[in-house]
């Protein structure tokens, strides 16, 4: 048995999938099932077994399991102890950010973790919740932020900020003239760019309509923030976004956001990372520093209009 059979067999038991985890491992499924195989053969116990869906543990799976997340965990532990001897805390985080978080807070982010942790390295991916979510589950991501995540199983959470929800358009926009806000019924009245029906603002804003009985008038769909802004710049469209987009777009002075009332649209901002794995040193520290940043930014309102 050696440690690269346990990393293999660790994935397939979290993951429940040969596939998954080949992809986690960045090895061929040929040489992980192989591996695998003749880690059994060594124990002389079968460790999993194949259905249709997947895999499940048998009895001494799930007992190899436990010990070999604690091994695995050690020897991490040790690796960064080891360079603390030499005043040095090293290590990698991959990190998840939604668009309009990456935009707020990246800069501030890598200027203290260059300053704080020079021997580390950080690699820090913009993604959507529901994919931030997907690539915690799947230990692609040791930490992420999500907007109002949808399953929590296995994740460890902290609640960062929480802010409202605005309709984002044209200042002459024929459907807000006379209004300093907007019901949510009468904004089922008005054509949206929005993202994807995967998107938490979109999910909020539906679970929210459906109580009233009424969905989204959605005329475009756009997976991307950065170009919903531009249309919004270009006055091609309303959108319900946060207000903080507003500070992506240089010129916005032809653009106003409108609160959205009865009821509010209230957006969470969450801090995961797996409940399955314990955290570093290292990744403590990333931790605190995203709690302090994200209570910096999202704690005070927006530039105005």
Do not use: W
């Amino acid at each position: 048995m050696d440690l690269k059979q346990l990393k293999y067999f660790t994935h397939v038991a979290e993951l429940g999938s040969y596939t998954r985890a080949a992809e986690v491992s960045n090895v061929a499924q040929p040489v992980l099932s192989r591996q695998i195989r003749k880690l059994e053969t060594e124990l002389h116990q079968n460790l999993l077994i194949r259905h249709g869906r997947g895999v499940v543990l048998t009895d001494a799976g799930r007992t190899l399991l436990a010990h070999s997340r604690v091994i695995l965990q050690q020897l991490e532990q040790a690796q960064e102890d080891l360079n603390l001897t030499e005043g040095k805390l090293t290590g990698h985080i991959n990190l998840g950010l939604p668009p309009t978080v990456a935009r707020t807070i990246s800069l501030d982010l890598i200027r203290i973790f260059k300053r704080d942790f020079p021997d580390a390295s950080l690699t820090l991916t913009e993604a959507l919740t529901v994919n931030i979510e997907e690539n915690l589950h799947l230990g692609r991501l040791n930490i992420g932020l999500l907007y109002n995540p949808t399953s929590t199983e296995h994740l460890e959470t902290q609640l960062l900020a929480k802010e409202d929800l605005y309709l984002i358009c044209d200042r002459n926009s024929p459907y807000i003239q006379g209004r300093d806000s907007i019901t949510l019924a009468e904004l089922a009245r008005i054509p949206l760019i929005m993202p994807s029906d995967s998107n938490s603002f979109r999910s909020l804003l539906e679970q929210e309509m459906l109580k009233l009985d009424l969905k989204p008038k959605v005329e475009i769909e756009i997976n991307s923030v950065g170009v919903i802004t531009q249309l919004l710049d270009a006055g091609l469209g309303a959108a319900i976004l946060s207000r903080f987009v507003l500070d992506f777009i240089p010129d916005r002075r032809q653009l106003v956001a409108i609160p959205i009332e009865t009821p509010r649209l209230v957006n969470r901002l969450y801090l995961a990372y797996s409940s399955k794995r314990l955290q570093t040193k290292l990744q403590r520290k990333m931790v605190d520093i995203l709690v302090e940043l994200c209570q910096h930014h999202f704690s005070h309102p927006p530039a105005t209009l």
